[in-house]
């Protein structure tokens, strides 16, 4: 198994039901591989070794051709291994979220589908780009963006 980082493998990474299901081809190449050795360095470690909480990331490194089948957009970072969705049981995705914000660099934080009387809704998605790190940070849920605070 091909390790990323100390908690977090390229399967996982990787790992897709669509693709499986729809015999979409979803294996990265070199750049995306070092992209996501990257996103788990600076993102993804930091996040289990402050909760101490194993996770594992619902969607990581996308092909193009998984990200049109699911309707995401060309541009999408997960297409080149630079984003990742993740929650962490038991810990509300909002406090996930804020925390990153504070505590990381990163390029873009958004909270999504996340409502407010139910703390594990929605997910938390984080990119990493190590050329040019925004630190924008949002939520959306469905319809609207806002800041996140």
């Given at each position: ?12 990474l990787?790992r897709s039901?669509t693709?499986?299901?729809?015999g979409i ?18 993102i ?12 594992a ?26 984003a990742?969705d993740?929650?962490?049981?038991g ?23 996340y409502?407010k ?17 925004r630190k924008?940070s ?12």
């Amino acid at each position: 198994m091909t390790r990323l980082s100390t908690h977090f493998s390229l399967k996982e990474l990787t790992r897709s039901e669509t693709a499986v299901r729809k015999g979409i081809n979803n294996e990265p190449k070199e750049r995306e591989i070092e992209n996501l050795k990257l996103l788990c360095e600076n993102i993804l470690e930091p996040v289990r070794v402050h909760y101490g909480i194993p996770f594992a990331p619902s969607s990581g490194f996308r092909s193009l051709n998984l990200n049109r089948e699911i309707g995401s957009s060309d541009r999408s970072q997960h297409v080149k291994g630079q984003a990742v969705d993740f929650e962490i049981p038991g810990v509300p995705n909002l406090e996930v979220a804020l925390w990153v914000k504070e505590n990381l660099e990163y390029d873009q934080l958004i909270l999504e589908f996340y409502k407010k009387d139910v703390p594990d809704s929605g997910w938390v998605h984080c990119s990493y780009d190590q050329e040019r790190n925004r630190k924008e940070s949002k939520r959306f849920d469905g319809k609207t963006w806002s800041s996140l605070s």
